[in-house]
């Protein structure tokens, strides 16, 4: 899992297709961003993410260097506040625990004060992350050479006692001359330095860096996992019928939770040899532009650039600067044919609910797919089985008497007191016996909802053969004439549903 991405995009405006591209690959947790040219007065913004940014103008006034962190609204953060000259921003983000993540960028043509370095250290709160494009070289994280800037990095690293995560792998593609160069630089204090592993990314993406990659590793994973659930349209409905078998010996015995127990266990063991199931992970996030000639030209650029990379003659440049201008030229007009054929379906019949939710899939926006966390008492839960607990003991204080007034607890006491003295006699007709009649006229006219604990649906009852509904008839008019109040209908599924961005 890549919790943090750094890359230095050359232009946040001009490569927000990029940046869109790692969120659809990786998810990450945080983005730090280098050289993003923006000026104060600029918009940027990501879907579901969080900007904080710092904008860098030249002496003309143009918009130079700049740094920004993109947090993702599903990870709870903060900002902290830095009153440095350096172009650097920082935010607290709950990783494996809370962590501070600042990007930097040092300009290669200014000279950077010590001080300001320290004052830096200083003002972030431990444990914490600085990681951007340094511009220096050593080789303590992979350079050939030495030069002012890395010596200065290294004694900044050994002053602070910080630890150097960077592999030794080249970040940075200078074209005139084809040569590689490691310039991008992610530190940690050492407590940080075993949860995290360092990679680099293999495509440019328009820019002359690649980006970066912490993955998290040694933490225990807390994803979510999608409750399975049957693929009807695939169902070999037959080999239900003759599995799902409800016999009168199974119907007819004297505890009823043990009936309909066994009669539950049959249905679904039927069901699971006969109906296939869906996957315990959640579906991709699709791009509805995305088409198969999009596909074959990012496989052609991709290969252009391996080509390339080993072996950076002329000729190799020429054929991935052609290969990466096809795949840019595929994502446009896709995007535009996407766009036009959308708007072109708008019309009376499409219903609201369906056009959001194209608009949504067009921009970007799909569903939280889980709570990432919960607070309690000024406390970050993460944990899921603890996250289960704090929301059950939300609900039981809400839902709990305590939270009445005293006059209606009073009146409510008393009232429950009263017995019940309700006369009626047998004769009529909703104390008759459900009939097959009955029975088949339900199963005709509803909906298919979503089922209860014991997962058995309308479309398994409407699939069971005649004799088995005759049996599970006879077993409902037991229980009805019993007056007996299962065991199991005592159970529900509580979903809580988070507001979005929070």
């Excluded at 921009?363 to 990432?372: A, D, L, V």
């Excluded at 997962?455 to 049996?471: D, F, G, I, K, P």
């Amino acid at each position: 899992m890549a919790c943090v991405v750094s890359w230095n995009c050359r232009g946040f405006r001009s490569k927000v297709c990029h940046i869109k591209d790692l969120i659809y690959e990786v998810h990450p947790v945080c983005i730090a961003l280098q050289e993003t040219y923006l000026k104060p007065a600029d918009i940027a913004k990501i879907k579901r993410y969080s900007l904080v940014r710092k904008d860098n103008e030249n002496e003309s006034g143009r918009a130079s260097g700049g740094v920004a962190l993109l947090v993702s609204h599903d990870t709870p953060s903060s900002v902290v506040t830095l009153h440095t000259n350096l172009q650097a921003v920082a935010v607290r983000v709950m990783l494996s625990n809370l962590v501070a993540v600042c990007t930097l960028y040092l300009s290669p043509s200014t000279s950077v004060n010590d001080r300001d370095l320290d004052r830096l250290v200083d003002e972030l709160p431990t444990p914490f992350i600085i990681i951007g494009d340094f511009n220096g070289h050593s080789p303590v994280w992979g350079s050939k050479n030495t030069n002012t800037r890395g010596r200065q990095i290294e004694e900044f690293v050994n002053t602070h006692s910080l630890c150097l995560l960077n592999n030794g792998e080249d970040t940075y593609f200078y074209q005139r001359s084809r040569t590689f160069y490691s310039l991008d630089l992610a530190l940690c204090t050492p407590s940080l330095a075993p949860y995290f592993n360092f990679r680099v990314g293999v495509d440019l993406r328009d820019s002359d860096h690649f980006p970066i990659f912490l993955d998290c590793v040694n933490v225990g994973s807390n994803d979510a996992q999608r409750p399975t659930r049957y693929l009807f349209h695939r169902a070999d409905w037959t080999n239900f019928t003759l599995r799902a078998l409800i016999t009168r010996n199974m119907v007819e015995g004297e505890n009823l939770n043990e009936v309909v127990n066994l009669v539950t266990k049959t249905i679904i063991s039927a069901a699971d040899a006969s109906i296939p199931k869906s996957g315990l992970s959640f579906p991709k996030n699709r791009k509805p532009w995305r088409n198969k000639y999009c596909t074959d030209t990012n496989c052609d650029q991709r290969r252009a650039w391996n080509v390339f990379r080993r072996h950076p003659t002329s000729a190799n440049q020429i054929a991935f600067q052609r290969a990466k201008s096809i795949a840019r030229w595929a994502r446009r007009k896709s995007e535009r044919g996407h766009w036009i054929k959308f708007v072109s379906g708008i019309n009376s019949s499409v219903t609201a609910k369906d056009m959001w939710e194209n608009v949504r899939r067009a921009c970007g926006i799909y569903p939280e797919k889980r709570i990432s966390c919960l607070r309690k008492n000024g406390q970050e839960v993460r944990n899921i089985s603890e996250m289960v607990d704090v929301l059950a003991e939300a609900f039981a204080s809400i839902c709990s008497a305590s939270n009445y007034t005293e006059p209606f607890l009073t009146h409510k006491n008393r009232m429950e007191r009263i017995k019940l003295r309700f006369q009626t006699t047998k004769h009529l007709s909703y104390n008759t016996d459900l009939t097959i009649f009955e029975l088949h006229t339900a199963l005709s006219v509803i909906k298919h909802t979503s089922p209860g604990p014991d997962e058995v649906t309308y479309s398994m009852l409407q699939h069971l053969s005649e004799h088995s509904l005759l049996n599970i008839l006879y077993m409902l008019n037991h229980i009805w004439k019993e007056h007996v109040f299962l065991d199991c209908w005592k159970h529900a599924f509580i979903i809580p549903i988070p507001k979005p961005g929070k």
